[in-house]
């Protein structure tokens, strides 16, 4: 058997209706991984599914703990391949989309991360669209987050550099990271594939949770930009207020 190349993160809590697609989508990769499952204690079916996969898993545990940051550090740490990424368990990665992001990586050196284009899907409808994701510059992150977090690939070197993400966040934690690795080892590098399925239901902390999700990636572009630009202060009141009501 290879030695795995990716370690592969998955948080949870009870999203055991979700589980399985995202864990049929990495062990469908061509690619040798080793996948923690990270569950918060879960009173759904998730162990059941986890237990399906134990076979393949190289760890999984179930336990209250400190919530999806502490829970996605605990797993890139236990493992030792030169590349990480996590996967929430309500998210999937497209046929061969973890081996182009590794491929890509492995060609580009310099880089800490790579990422690709992603779809979201929103559940209900079935409706797709796909997330804004553009080539990387510290403009444009400053406007926006251009990168999508499931569709993502982390140097372990620049991950165990910067601590992996930050445990204080819960809605920017993905923002936050890519500011780090970009001011640590300098841009982040982009690929013109999509790579992963963002899954949007009625649970996704960004749609419940919009005040919040504003407020922390706010305080992450003054962090490192010096300045937040007008366009947070001109569409925060659209985000949280109109699409409170018009969802």
């Not at 493992?79 to 929430?88: D, R």
């Not at 790579?114 to 804004?132: D, F, L, M, Q, S």
Request: proline share 4%; glycine share 6%; charged share 25%.
């Amino acid at each position: 058997m290879s030695e795995p190349l990716v370690t592969i993160a998955v948080p949870s809590f009870n999203q055991g209706r979700f589980l399985n697609d995202a864990l049929t989508s990495i062990f469908e990769q061509d690619v040798p991984v080793e996948v923690f499952v990270l569950d918060g204690g879960s009173t759904d079916n998730s162990i059941d599914v986890i237990r399906t996969w134990e076979h393949k898993l190289a760890g999984w545990r179930s336990h209250r703990d400190d919530g999806q940051a502490a829970a996605i550090n605990e797993g890139i740490s236990k493992g030792s391949a030169p590349f990480v990424c996590w996967l929430n368990s309500d998210d999937w990665f497209m046929a061969d989309g973890l081996k182009h992001l590794l491929e890509a990586l492995q060609v580009t050196k310099s880089a800490p991360a790579v990422y690709g284009k992603c779809w979201n899907v929103i559940e209900k409808t079935g409706k797709r669209a796909p997330v804004w994701v553009e080539h990387f510059s510290e403009r444009r992150l400053s406007v926006r987050c251009i990168i999508s977090q499931p569709a993502s690939l982390i140097r372990r070197s620049a991950w165990e550099a910067i601590g992996g993400v930050d445990g204080s966040l819960h809605m920017a934690m993905d923002y936050d990271l890519w500011w780090r690795l970009y001011k640590l080892s300098g841009p982040l590098e982009h690929i013109d594939a999509f790579v992963a399925v963002n899954r949007e239901h009625e649970e996704t902390k960004t749609k419940t949770l919009r005040r919040r999700h504003y407020s922390e990636a706010m305080a992450v572009v003054r962090k490192y930009h010096g300045s937040v630009p007008w366009k947070w202060w001109l569409f925060q009141p659209y985000a949280v207020w109109f699409k409170s009501i018009f969802p």
